[in-house]
């Protein structure tokens, strides 16, 4: 992914999500030149404004400056397409109850939420994105808005 060394990613899994539901995302990281590490996390009653299924703790901002340089076009598909498969709930489960995917920077702590409504467009936007504009986060993409956006940052400002 870069010339540096291979950037070390945690994906961490409910313990409660379908088996292997973080398998395409872990040969996605693989495949962009990642080690990754997977780790079942226990369920837990949080009142988080985003409960995720799968949370990947990693250098952000080298991960997307990297993805965005390197592989660009491919990149964003790639991302896309394992994110998506990751999402795919049971048959019975309602879909406004999918949990998103959600990037968190292991230094800053800055999460980013990949949820089944960030398209094509939005992934070329967060490959470009930058992240030193966002103090608080979560940062999700506003498709009305087209742009992703952190409503505590937003608010914060006003």
Same mark, same amino acid.
């Given at each position: 992914?870069?010339? =540096? +060394? *291979? +950037?070390? #990613?945690?994906?961490?899994?409910?313990?409660?999500?379908?088996? &292997? =539901?973080?398998?395409?995302?872990?040969? &996605?990281?693989? !495949?962009?030149?990642? !080690? #990754?590490? #997977?780790? &079942? #996390? *226990?369920?837990?009653?949080? &009142?988080? =404004?985003?409960?995720?299924?799968? +949370?990947?703790? +990693?250098p952000l901002h080298a991960f997307l400056s990297g993805l965005g340089g390197k592989f660009a076009e491919d990149a964003h598909r790639k991302l896309r397409e394992a994110v998506a498969k990751a999402l795919r709930r049971e048959p019975e489960q309602p879909a406004e109850r999918v949990r998103p995917v959600v990037l968190q920077d292991a230094a800053t702590g800055l999460q980013v939420v990949l949820g089944p409504q960030v398209d094509e467009d939005a992934y070329r936007k967060l490959l470009a994105l930058d992240l030193t504009q966002y103090r608080y986060g979560p940062v999700r993409y506003d498709a009305t808005e087209a742009r992703w956006v952190s409503d505590v940052d937003e608010a914060m400002e006003r």
């Open positions: 992914m870069t010339d =540096q +060394l *291979p +950037l070390a #990613v945690d994906v961490f899994v409910d313990e409660k999500a379908p088996a &292997a =539901q973080e398998t395409p995302l872990v040969d &996605a990281l693989t !495949t962009f030149g990642c !080690t #990754v590490r #997977v780790r &079942a #996390v *226990p369920a837990q009653r949080v &009142a988080e =404004q985003f409960a995720w299924v799968v +949370l990947i703790a +990693l």
